[in-house]
């Protein structure tokens, strides 16, 4: 956890992303970086064609498939540009010309994916939040598919609504999930995915790497307009080497995939969300200064949003939580109010931190 030493007092950061990492974790990286696997030379000087870094890029892949129970016929890539990158290359890898797609509209990020995809195909939104302001999920009784579009796609976790999928439907054709924010913080059914595409930068390490897990059959002949760099099918063909990975996201990626196995895998690490998520809203619902809008059965377990019900506190709120080493509660830009980001590294001692602080402030100020 972010822990600087010379502080007397350890500081935790709810940050939605780049977000903490796991002290293990931070120190490993300080001990090897000037030599990395007795090569004498630092990861960061490692060639990605060097025996070495393909073994961990190996590795790595290992780990992944062995803790999301990945089936043989997905492919893993390891590609930059993060998952906005994704939200242009999604529709250009999977549809033919012409071809639609369908999109959930559940909040923020997947506006974004829908705004970005419909540069490059028609898109039909399935349903929208937006009616509630994106404060609840639509149900999925009235998704309405088109099954004949190329593919269905979601956002499992709304990170500045903080609104989560529960539950993945079983469609005929390929379901692709945005898992930027809860990827490795459950457990989840891959076969019933297309593609699942993330950054790493929140449960997975750092910025720069995107992970994509995508069927074996969706691995087309790239259009001609599209660059190779940018093509499944290329990527998957050369082991995610057709250009540089971003390699030391890659080796933190590695770290992180240890850590959660060492930590129990998935099914650890769901406890620990739900462990973490039900403490905090726990305390919103019994208070009589906060308040959190999205209904119980909707609520994320990674990214909690809520807000002050006298919204004039909140300048307050935020600089008195960082005296007591809380850090970066502010909400989203786009949504406003507070967010706490309870990704895989932040530990229970942080959650009980803010638990304790939000009581003193509601005595103080409510
Ligand atoms: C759900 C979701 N999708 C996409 C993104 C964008 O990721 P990136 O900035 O790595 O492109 C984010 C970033 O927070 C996100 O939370």
Redesign the pocket.
């Known amino acids: 956890m972010a822990c600087i030493s010379s502080e007397p007092t350890e500081r935790y950061s709810f940050a ?2 780049p977000a903490m990492l796991p002290s293990a974790v931070l120190t490993q990286i300080q001990n090897e970086l000037p030599d990395w696997n007795h090569s004498g030379f630092s990861l960061l000087e490692q060639p990605f064609t060097s025996p070495a870094f393909k073994q961990l890029m190996a590795e790595t892949e290992q780990n992944l498939r062995k803790l999301l129970s990945a089936p043989h016929n997905y492919r893993v890539l390891f590609v930059q ?7 242009g290359l999604v529709p250009l890898n999977l549809l033919r010309t012409g071809q639609s797609a369908d999109y959930l509209e559940s909040g923020h ?2 506006r ?2 829908i705004m970005e995809a419909r540069r490059h195909a028609p898109i039909n939104v399935i349903a929208s939040g937006s009616a509630e302001h994106f404060t609840a999920l639509p149900a999925l009784e009235d998704w309405r598919c088109n099954p004949n579009a190329g593919y269905c796609h979601i ?6 609504n903080g609104l989560q999928l529960q539950q993945f439907p079983d469609l005929p054709i390929p379901l692709v999930a ?4 809860d990827i490795f913080t459950r457990p989840i059914p891959v076969e019933r995915f297309g593609l699942i595409y ?5 449960n997975l390490g750092v ?1 720069g790497l ?1 992970l994509l897990i995508v069927r074996n059959d969706l691995l087309r002949p790239p259009r001609p307009s599209l660059p190779s760099a940018l093509s499944y099918a290329v990527q998957a063909e050369q082991q995610s080497r057709f250009n540089t990975p971003p390699t030391f996201a890659l080796y933190v990626a590695e770290l992180m995939l240890r850590w959660i196995r060492n930590q129990g895998g998935l099914t650890a690490m769901a406890a620990a969300s739900e462990a973490k998520s039900r403490q905090l809203y726990r305390c919103i619902d019994q208070s009589d200064l906060f308040r959190c809008r999205q209904p119980i059965a909707h609520r994320s377990k990674v ?1 909690v949003c809520f807000e002050l019900r006298e919204p004039r506190l909140l300048p307050a709120f935020l600089v008195e939580a960082e005296q007591h080493g809380l850090h970066h509660l502010v909400g989203h830009a786009a949504v406003g109010g507070i967010r706490a980001s309870l990704y895989n590294a932040m530990p229970m001692a942080g959650v009980n931190r803010l638990v304790e602080f939000m009581t003193r402030f509601e005595r103080i100020h409510g």
């Not at 540009?81 to 939200?87: D, H, I, L, N």
């Not at 945005?178 to 924010?181: I, K, R, V, Y």
């Not at 993330?198 to 929140?202: F, I, L, N, T």
């Open positions: 939605a992303g540009g993060g998952a906005s990158a994704q939200f990020w997947a974004k994916a956002t499992s976790n709304e990170t500045g945005d898992m930027t924010s993330a950054s790493a930068q929140k910025a995107c990214n």
